[in-house]
């Protein structure tokens, strides 16, 4: 089991931009990035792991798995 993740406003502000990012190339280019497995996104010591949806990247609700 992983500890907790403590993330700050701005953290999350950094990480909203990354999946917009990620979702927009995948809806314009039709690619989904890591389609069979989590994608793995750092951001300082956090590591956050995030999957397609179908509709956008999100974060995994599996995180620390």
């Given at each position: 089991?992983?500890?907790?993740?403590?993330?700050?406003?701005?953290?999350?502000?950094?990480?909203?931009?990354?999946?917009?990012?990620?979702?927009?190339?995948?809806?314009?280019?039709?690619?989904d990035?890591?389609p069979?497995?989590?994608?793995?996104?750092?951001?300082d010591?956090?590591?956050?792991?995030?999957?397609?949806?179908?509709?956008?990247?999100?974060?995994?609700?599996?995180?620390?798995?």
């Amino acid at each position: 089991m992983s500890a907790p993740m403590k993330l700050t406003a701005e953290q999350v502000r950094k990480i909203a931009a990354a999946l917009d990012g990620l979702t927009e190339v995948t809806q314009a280019t039709g690619v989904d990035l890591t389609p069979n497995m989590r994608l793995e996104l750092g951001l300082d010591d956090n590591v956050l792991h995030v999957s397609w949806d179908g509709s956008a990247y999100v974060i995994d609700d599996r995180n620390g798995d």
